[in-house]
């Protein structure tokens, strides 16, 4: 059973009708108030959040921060129900990119729940996770990184230049986990290779290399890729630097986003 966290400050006949629904179509509600304290002890409790506003909406600063704060360090699926000035409002602290779906009271009470639905639905959980391209000729290597992060990226695998170039003409993906040291096209060649093409030139390359000496690591990083791993690195350092990556990722989109509003 999927569990939803309720956000909302007054228990009206609209937020009763909510939860009803919700349990009534098998899912299961926690309901909290709007305060930060709340937010922090039951961040966990749900991957779905709905925020049901009320008039405190905006005095709620705090807690609409922190609320922003994890949707992008945990990748939250964040869903909005208010009234067209509420919607306004919080689009001054949180960018619309964010949220999964915004609702306009007053709501349709069957629209809502297909969109729960289909945030629910398997397939569509296992698209939202970020794509990894590995390219690497050991292929054993290759299969223990995948074993690794199949978990929480869809993994593709290449062998080669010509065999990465091949998969990534028909698939999108959100990174290249590139091998330095391949023997017959090294990293470098298949570097420019990806930067040449129009399909792959703007997907960021992290190198994965078995040498840590100064000059190994400074021939990489003049390449200016998004990161390199030694490749002695445990699956829970690979994990925790892939997650700080694609937070940062996040962050960047966010800064991003505040500058062109600006503009």
């Given at each position: 059973?999927?569990s939803i966290l309720l956000i909302r400050d007054e228990k009206t006949f609209m937020v009763n009708a909510l939860i009803s629904n919700l349990t009534g179509?098998?899912?299961?509600?926690?309901?909290?108030?709007?305060?930060?304290?709340?937010?922090?002890?039951?961040?966990?409790?749900?991957?779905?959040?709905?925020?049901?506003?009320?008039?405190?909406?905006?005095?709620?600063?705090?807690?609409?921060?922190?609320?922003?704060?994890?949707?992008?360090?945990?990748?939250?699926?964040?869903?909005?129900?208010?009234?067209?000035?509420?919607?306004?409002?919080?689009?001054?602290?949180?960018?619309?990119?964010?949220?999964?779906?915004?609702?306009?009271?007053?709501?349709?009470?069957?629209?809502?729940?297909?969109?729960?639905?289909?945030?629910?639905?398997?397939?569509?959980?296992?698209?939202?996770?970020?794509?990894?391209?590995?390219?690497?000729?050991?292929?054993?290597?290759?299969?223990?990184?995948?074993?690794?992060?199949?978990?929480?990226?869809?993994?593709?695998?290449?062998?080669?230049?010509?065999?990465?170039?091949?998969?990534?003409?028909?698939?999108?993906?959100?990174?290249?986990?590139?091998?330095?040291?391949?023997?017959?096209?090294?990293?470098?060649?298949?570097?420019?290779?990806?930067?040449?093409?129009?399909?792959?030139?703007?997907?960021?390359?992290?190198?994965?290399?078995?040498?840590?000496?100064?000059?190994?690591?400074?021939?990489?990083?003049?390449?200016?890729?998004?990161?390199?791993?030694?490749?002695?690195?445990?699956?829970?350092?690979?994990?925790?630097?892939?997650?700080?990556?694609?937070?940062?990722?996040?962050?960047?989109?966010?800064?991003?986003?505040?500058?062109?509003?600006?503009?």
């Open positions: 059973m999927s179509s098998g899912y299961n509600v926690l309901e909290i108030p709007f305060q930060l304290k709340e937010l922090e002890r039951n961040q966990s409790a749900a991957d779905i959040i709905v925020i049901y506003a009320d008039d405190s909406l905006m005095e709620n600063q705090g807690a609409l921060i922190y609320l922003k704060d994890l949707c992008v360090e945990e990748d939250k699926q964040l869903i909005f129900i208010g009234s067209k000035q509420q919607i306004e409002d919080i689009s001054t602290i949180m960018p619309s990119h964010l949220f999964a779906e915004i609702f306009e009271r007053p709501l349709d009470m069957n629209h809502f729940i297909e969109k729960i639905d289909t945030l629910t639905d398997e397939k569509v959980q296992e698209q939202r996770k970020k794509c990894i391209l590995l390219v690497d000729d050991d292929v054993s290597y290759l299969h223990v990184l995948k074993e690794w992060l199949k978990d929480d990226y869809r993994v593709g695998m290449a062998k080669s230049a010509m065999q990465a170039i091949t998969w990534l003409a028909r698939n999108n993906v959100d990174l290249i986990l590139l091998d330095y040291e391949m023997p017959v096209t090294n990293g470098l060649k298949v570097f420019e290779m990806l930067k040449s093409e129009q399909f792959s030139k703007d997907i960021p390359v992290m190198f994965l290399t078995g040498k840590s000496d100064k000059e190994t690591i400074l021939r990489v990083m003049t390449l200016k890729p998004a990161g390199y791993m030694l490749k002695d690195i445990t699956k829970m350092q690979l994990l925790a630097n892939l997650d700080k990556y694609f937070v940062k990722q996040r962050y960047n989109k966010l800064t991003d986003n505040k500058t062109e509003n600006k503009d």
